[in-house]
DNA sequence: GCCACGAATGAATGATCATTCATTTGTTGC
DNA sequence: GCAACAAATGAATGATCATTCATTCGTGGC
């Protein structure tokens, strides 16, 4: 914090608990895309944050816990930006808030590679599936209500004749899950703005009057 | 198959290949759904099967080409229902095959918890995501050309206004593997009848004529 | 009833990896 | 500058686990 922080980038070795953490985490997010849950080693982490082998149990008590905040990392992002939408009183209308899910759930910061990968990664693994919910559970489920809620509402604007908000919600939650899971396992099958487009269409054509196919 | 095979059952030492590898493929996959792909140990899927430790490395050469086998054996089994529906032409018509491939997606045997814990364990492990691949990526692509020709189909016998043939087949393709998905992690959130009711929902609101969004 | 062979076993081996902690190194207050 | 402290290091340790293979055990042919 004072003068000789700044004299040089050659070496800083001591650096605040938040900096090496972040560090950590970034270089675990980047393990677990490149090499799957059970290829992550302390070694090949600290190896990619370019610090040395003993520092990951320094910072985080365990592995488990590291991996653990790294699942948090990326589940917290998501759910604050999906938040500020859902929450924001400031769209013209329901429409626009319904566009701007969409585009929330396709940008490059969402479907970013080492993101998805770490999200699917712990799904995959029934022995994290306790912690998983224990983190996500809560958050997954009150998003699920906000968005039945959102649909409910633009079901209500325009009378759609067999439009069910509840089945409609669960089925974009799960379609876009299924579309991030089959862009990342097959990008050139299902290439990102593939994937973009077809959520799109789903909208489309349950509210026609709200969301065109074509962007 | 002579007559001292069946004098007593109280120990069948040697038994065909066949039957062995049958015993410690299905052990396999139960511990994959218990203790997730990470857990897995040869200790572990031996003492589900009954057996002595030793005996996966006798009929399969090693670990990984167990796991192989294992995953081989789920995808070639749900491959084989789904291509049964998609080729036969003993349906009275294209809305019958619709029909059938839905209950099918979502009847008991391909929703099994095991099944499906196997299935995603491997999608989301980045390091076996290749080995995934090779076993998958041909199937995978052409169900999804048969689906995309199946509502085309449908598509031109109703002259539905908006219908995209390959933005609905990729979707309803996602749609399912995200339904999957949520059944498998929160099977209290989305108990598998929901989900099923969820995928009927988007076939009936995108082929009104055709399939009617109560079973 | 006995032999020979193949199937099955599980103790032993060696490799991998998380975790620990004595030592090193940079930083800060004085 | 320097002492005292905190952060960082990485060699050493012990646990876990896949794999091997010498031995045991059933089985079918005679």
């Given at each position: 914090m004072t003068s000789t922080n700044k004299k040089k980038g050659l070496k800083l070795r001591a650096q605040p608990k938040e900096v090496r953490k972040d560090q950590l985490i970034r270089a675990t997010m980047k393990c677990i895309a490149r090499t799957g849950l059970s290829g992550v080693t302390m070694a090949r982490v600290t190896t990619e944050a370019g610090l040395s082998l003993g520092i990951a149990n320094l910072h985080f008590k365990s592995k488990e816990k590291l991996l653990l905040e790294t699942l948090e990392f990326v589940t917290a992002e998501y759910s604050r930006g999906q938040q500020e939408i859902l929450n924001?009183?400031?769209?013209?209308?329901v429409a626009a808030k319904l566009e701007a899910l969409l585009e929330f759930d396709f940008s490059t910061p969402v479907t970013d590679k080492d993101k998805m990968a770490v999200w699917f990664a712990f799904l995959g693994e029934a022995k994290s599936r306790p912690t998983y919910q224990r983190i996500c559970s809560r958050r997954d489920s009150m998003a699920e209500a906000q968005i039945t809620r959102l649909f409910q509402t633009v079901i209500d604007e325009a009378?759609?004749?067999?439009?069910?908000a509840e089945l409609t919600a669960a089925g974009y939650i799960a379609l876009v899950d299924g579309l991030w899971l089959n862009t990342l396992v097959a990008p050139r099958r299902l290439p990102r703005k593939k994937a973009h487009r077809v959520a799109r269409h789903y909208l489309a054509s349950t509210f026609p009057q709200h969301i065109s196919p074509e962007p």
């Amino acid at each position: 914090m004072t003068s000789t922080n700044k004299k040089k980038g050659l070496k800083l070795r001591a650096q605040p608990k938040e900096v090496r953490k972040d560090q950590l985490i970034r270089a675990t997010m980047k393990c677990i895309a490149r090499t799957g849950l059970s290829g992550v080693t302390m070694a090949r982490v600290t190896t990619e944050a370019g610090l040395s082998l003993g520092i990951a149990n320094l910072h985080f008590k365990s592995k488990e816990k590291l991996l653990l905040e790294t699942l948090e990392f990326v589940t917290a992002e998501y759910s604050r930006g999906q938040q500020e939408i859902l929450n924001s009183e400031s769209y013209p209308g329901v429409a626009a808030k319904l566009e701007a899910l969409l585009e929330f759930d396709f940008s490059t910061p969402v479907t970013d590679k080492d993101k998805m990968a770490v999200w699917f990664a712990f799904l995959g693994e029934a022995k994290s599936r306790p912690t998983y919910q224990r983190i996500c559970s809560r958050r997954d489920s009150m998003a699920e209500a906000q968005i039945t809620r959102l649909f409910q509402t633009v079901i209500d604007e325009a009378a759609y004749p067999h439009a069910n908000a509840e089945l409609t919600a669960a089925g974009y939650i799960a379609l876009v899950d299924g579309l991030w899971l089959n862009t990342l396992v097959a990008p050139r099958r299902l290439p990102r703005k593939k994937a973009h487009r077809v959520a799109r269409h789903y909208l489309a054509s349950t509210f026609p009057q709200h969301i065109s196919p074509e962007p």
